[in-house]
C-alpha cells in the first residue's frame, strides 16, 4: 500500500511540473508578444538610421515595419528614399513613392521623392511632367512632411520644377519657379546655376 501511494504522490508531482513548465511557457509568450517591435516602431528606427546616413539599414528596418502594416504610407515612402540615397534601384523607388501617396496622398515627403525619381530617370518628357504634377501635390500635402530630409526648404522644391520646365524648353515657367526659388533663398544653388543658364 504504502508504495501505490508513492507512485500516486510522484505521479500528482510530475503532472504538476508538466502543468507548471506549459503555463510558464505560456505565460513567456504572450510576454514576448507584447514586447513585439510594431510597423511604428520599425519606421521610427529607420528614419533614425536614414538621418544617420545609414541607407542600407534604414531600408532594412522600413522593409521590417511593412512586413507587420503593409498599409502604413511612411514605411513605403522610406523605402523609396532609401532606394534612391543607395542608388539601388529607380524603379523600386518610384513603386515605393507611388504606394505611399495612394495610401495617404497627403504624404508631402512622398511626392517629393517621386518627382526626384522621374526627374532623375527623364525617360521622356512625360516624367519631367509628372515630377512637376508630383511637386505641386508635395506643396498641397501635409507640410509636417516637408523638410525632413535631402532638401531643406520650398526653395529646392522650385528649384527642382524650374529644371523640369528648363529641360522642357518653357522657358518662362522655368524663369518664374526660378524666381520663387531665389526670393526664398537667394544662395540656392540649383537656382542660381539656372538663372545663369536662363540669363545666357
Aim: charged share 20%; with cysteine; aromatic share 10%.
Amino acid at each position: 500500500m504504502p508504495s501505490i501511494t508513492l507512485r500516486t504522490t510522484l505521479h500528482i508531482i510530475y503532472v504538476g511540473i508538466i502543468a507548471s513548465c506549459f503555463l510558464i511557457q505560456g505565460g513567456c509568450s504572450s510576454d514576448s508578444d507584447r514586447d513585439t517591435p510594431s510597423a511604428v516602431n520599425y519606421t521610427e528606427s529607420g528614419w533614425r538610421s536614414y538621418k544617420s546616413g545609414e541607407y542600407a539599414q534604414a531600408l532594412l528596418s522600413f522593409e521590417r515595419a511593412l512586413n507587420f502594416d503593409e498599409t502604413l504610407a511612411d514605411a513605403h515612402n522610406g523605402v523609396g528614399w532609401s532606394h534612391l540615397s543607395l542608388s539601388l534601384n529607380p524603379t523600386l523607388a518610384q513603386e515605393a513613392f507611388q504606394n505611399a501617396v495612394q495610401l495617404d496622398a497627403s504624404n508631402a515627403d512622398a511626392w517629393v521623392g517621386l518627382a526626384n525619381v522621374l526627374y532623375l530617370r527623364n525617360k521622356d518628357i512625360t516624367d519631367f511632367r509628372a515630377a512637376i504634377r508630383a511637386i505641386d501635390n508635395a506643396l498641397q500635402g501635409d507640410a509636417e512632411y516637408l523638410f525632413r530630409h535631402d532638401y531643406r526648404s520650398k526653395a529646392d522644391l522650385y528649384a527642382l520644377k524650374a529644371s523640369c520646365y528648363y529641360y522642357l524648353d518653357e522657358i518662362q515657367a522655368a524663369r518664374q519657379e526660378t524666381g520663387k526659388a531665389l526670393q526664398i533663398d537667394p544662395s540656392n544653388r540649383t537656382a542660381v546655376v539656372l538663372q545663369n543658364l536662363l540669363n545666357q
